[in-house]
C-alpha cells in the first residue's frame, strides 16, 4: 500500500471592509485549507482517499481520468495502470475555495479468465424484470449504479468448488465512510412475484454472518418499498442466499437495491453472480439443445427449432415456447412444445405424419417428457399408417407427478414394425378436459424397458354424436365436435 500526505496550495480570499476589524472578517470567512491522503492497493487499481481539508463543506474531486466525485473520501477504482493527476476543491459556506493536487500512480493486472474447462461459461443473461438474470456473461456497465461502492466485472477469483464456477463475477468495494453503501439497479418493468417466487444471489463475503439486504423499490416513489435480509454462514467461499417475496409484492416494484453490512463502516471488497428470478419462469439459466431430427428412422423432437407444421393441431393448440419449468433434473431444456387442449372436443389431439415407416426392430419404442398439472393424467401414443386408419396400435401411459417434468415410456413390439407412419398424441382422451400441458424430447429409443407403459384408466362412454361430426371409427369414435379436422385419421 502507498500513502501519501498532500499539503494543499491555499486560496484565501480576503476581504477588506471600511467597517470591520481584522479579526472580524476572519470570523466571518475563514481560511479554507484543501488537503487530502490516500491509499493505493497494488495490482487493482483501487484508490481509497481520506480527505483532511480543514473549513469546508463541500468538496469537488477530479480523478485525472474523466470521472469525479463530490463525496467526502471517495473510493476510486482505476481501470488501467498509470499515473493520474487528482484535485480536490474545498469550498466553504461562503463560495471561498483552495485545492490540492498530487500524481496518483495505480497498477491494474490484467487478469485473464480462467482457462477453457477451468471454468463455466454464462449464457443468458437478462437484465429485464421478466426473466432477470445477471450472471455477468457481459459487463452490465452503468445498469449497476454506485453508491458508496465501487462495482467491477472481473475474472471469478474462486472457481474451484460446486457452488459457482463461472467464468465471470461482479466485485463489490464498499466504502467504509458511508453507512448505506449500496449499488442500484433500475428495471424496465415491475416484478411479478406471481410468476416467480423470489430471488436467488450467490455471495463469496470474507466473514460468515455478513449481512446481506437486497430491497425492492418503486424507482418512482422510493417510499413504495420492501427488504429481506440474510445472513451468509460461510467465509471466503461461495454460498447461493435466497430472497422469497410475497404474490402480494408484484407489479409494485422496479428498482433492486443491494446492501452489505449496512449501516456500518465496513470497507470490504465481495463478490456477486447469479443475481437472478426463481421460480416459475425465472431467470436461471436453461439447457440449450444441440440436436433434433424429424425423421421416422431416428425420430428425437427436443424443440431446439420449432418442428413448425409437423405438428398438427386438432381441438388440441400447439406452440413453440420457452420451458416454464427447467430448475429441475429432468427436463432442464430451454425451448418446449406446449398442448392447449380444448375442453368441448373430446378427442382432441395433435398428429404427426412422417416419410416412412417406424422400425421396432432396432427401437424399442418411444419416450416423452409431459408435465402435466395434475398427477394421473392420462397420456396416450397411437400409431397409425397414414394411408389406412384401420391400420393402428397404441399404448397409454398415466402421469405420476403434478406440475412437474417426468419421462414416459411407449413400448411396442417389433412385430409393429414397418406398419405405421402416423403418431397421434392425446391427452385425457374422451373427456371435457381444458388444460395446458408441455411436452418435450419425444424420441425413439432402443434398449428395451425404462419406464412402465401403463393402459389409460377407462374413460366414459362416448355421447352419441351426429353422423356429420364423425370422421373416424376404430378402437374408439373419435369425433371432431368443432369441425376443424376434415380429415382426421384417414
Request: net charge negative.
Amino acid at each position: 500500500m502507498k500513502q501519501l500526505l498532500k499539503t494543499a496550495s491555499k486560496l484565501s480570499l480576503i476581504l477588506v471592509l471600511a467597517f470591520w476589524a481584522c479579526e472580524e472578517v476572519e470570523s466571518l470567512l475563514p481560511t479554507v485549507f484543501s488537503n487530502f491522503t490516500y491509499t493505493v492497493e497494488d495490482g487493482t487499481g483501487l484508490v481509497k482517499f481520506i480527505n483532511t481539508s480543514e473549513d469546508a463543506t463541500k468538496y469537488e474531486w477530479d480523478f485525472g481520468d474523466g470521472t469525479t466525485s463530490i463525496e467526502i473520501n471517495p473510493v476510486k477504482k482505476y481501470g488501467s495502470s498509470g499515473t493520474y493527476t487528482v484535485t480536490l476543491k474545498a469550498i466553504n459556506a461562503s463560495g471561498a475555495s483552495d485545492m490540492a493536487t498530487d500524481e496518483v500512480e495505480v497498477t491494474v493486472d490484467v487478469v485473464d479468465p480462467p482457462e477453457p474447462g477451468d471454468c463455466t461459461e454464462e449464457t443468458g443473461q437478462s437484465l429485464s424484470a421478466a426473466d432477470f438474470n445477471l450472471n455477468f456473461e457481459t459487463d452490465p456497465g452503468s445498469a449497476i449504479v454506485e453508491d458508496g461502492t465501487t462495482f467491477s466485472r472481473i475474472a471469478n477469483p474462486d472457481t474451484g468448488n460446486d457452488v459457482n464456477s463461472s467464468c465471470f463475477v461482479g466485485q463489490i468495494v464498499r466504502n467504509p465512510d458511508l453507512p448505506f453503501a449500496n449499488n442500484q439497479i433500475e428495471l424496465d418493468a415491475k416484478l411479478d412475484f406471481n410468476a416467480n417466487e423470489g430471488f436467488k444471489l450467490k455471495v463469496w463475503a470474507p466473514a460468515v454472518g455478513t449481512p446481506v439486504l437486497l430491497k425492492l423499490e418503486d424507482k418512482s416513489n422510493s417510499n413504495t418499498f420492501v427488504e429481506i435480509g440474510v445472513e451468509t454462514t460461510t467465509a471466503n467461499a461461495w454460498e447461493e442466499l435466497t430472497f422469497d417475496f410475497a404474490p402480494g409484492d408484484s407489479d409494485k416494484f422496479d428498482k433492486i437495491v443491494l446492501f452489505f453490512n449496512i449501516n456500518t463502516n465496513d470497507g470490504s471488497t465481495y463478490y456477486i453472480d447469479d443475481l437472478r428470478l426463481y421460480g416459475g419462469a425465472g431467470g436461471a439459466t436453461c439447457t440449450a439443445e444441440t440436436e433434433q431430427s424429424l425423421n421416422a428412422t431416428d425420430l428425437n423432437i427436443t424443440f431446439q427449432t420449432d418442428p413448425g407444421t409437423l405438428i398438427e393441431s386438432y381441438d388440441a393448440n400447439y406452440s413453440y415456447v420457452a420451458n416454464p419449468d427447467f430448475e429441475n433434473t429432468v427436463n432442464p431444456s430451454c425451448q418446449v412444445g406446449q398442448i392447449d387442449r380444448n375442453g368441448s372436443a373430446l378427442f382432441a389431439n395433435n398428429q404427426l405424419v412422417f416419410d416412412s415407416k417406424f422400425d421396432f426392430n432396432t427401437n424399442s419404442g418411444f419416450k416423452l417428457k409431459v408435465w402435466a398439472p395434475t398427477a394421473g393424467t392420462n397420456v396416450l401414443l397411437k400409431l397409425e399408417d397414414k394411408t389406412d386408419a384401420g391400420i393402428n396400435t397404441e399404448i397409454g401411459a398415466v402421469t405420476t407427478v403434478a406440475s412437474a417434468w417426468e419421462e414416459l415410456t411407449f413400448d411396442f413390439d417389433a412385430a409393429e414394425s414397418g406398419k405405421y407412419d402416423r403418431i397421434i398424441l392425446f391427452f385425457e382422451l374422451n373427456t371435457n378436459t381444458t388444460e395446458t400441458y408441455y411436452i418435450d424430447d419425444l424420441r425413439l429409443y432402443s434398449g428395451g424397458g425404462g419406464g412402465t407403459a401403463t393402459e389409460p384408466t377407462e374413460a366414459a362412454p362416448a355421447p352419441t354424436q351426429d353422423a356429420a361430426n364423425v370422421t373416424s371409427v376404430f378402437s374408439n369414435a373419435y369425433t371432431n365436435e368443432a369441425g376443424t379436422n376434415p380429415r382426421a385419421f384417414g
